[in-house]
């Protein structure tokens, strides 16, 4: 499985951004796919995930009414949009995937990474 994730750029606070997952390789309906954000300094940060199964969505707090997981089956893509952005959005954003029948939220329990993509939200 492949995934690349685009979308990133530079933003101010209060702005949205959508970034893109492409998943290839296998059926994407197979996996959970999530989204992690690593900010300067920081470990790995669960922002939400899919279940594509199921076309359940999970969010953390602390993005949860900002941001939404949804998903394109012809085009295999998941998406994030991010709306109302602050500086502590700021990081690279990561998808993964990985065969379950749940979203996990820890990094070690995905098999398959993108690439990342850099969002920085400025003040």
């Known amino acids: 499985v492949q995934l690349q994730a685009s979308g990133g750029g530079l933003v101010q606070a209060g702005d949205s951004l959508r970034l893109s997952c492409v998943v290839s390789g296998r059926t994407a309906s197979s996996y959970s796919i999530g989204w992690f954000r690593r900010a300067p300094g920081q470990e790995p940060e669960f922002v939400g995930g899919?279940?594509?199964?199921?076309?359940?969505?999970y969010y953390t707090a602390s993005v949860n009414g900002r941001f939404t997981i949804s998903r394109d089956n012809a085009k295999s893509t998941v998406y994030l949009q991010m709306t109302n952005l602050n500086p502590e959005d700021t990081g690279v954003y990561y998808c993964?995937?990985?065969?379950?029948?749940?979203?996990?939220?820890?990094?070690?329990?995905?098999?398959?990474w993108g690439q990342g993509t850099l969002v920085t939200v400025s003040s």
């Open positions: 899919f279940l594509w199964s199921i076309d359940s969505t």
């Open positions: 993964a995937a990985d065969q379950r029948l749940w979203v996990p939220q820890r990094p070690q329990d995905y098999t398959y």
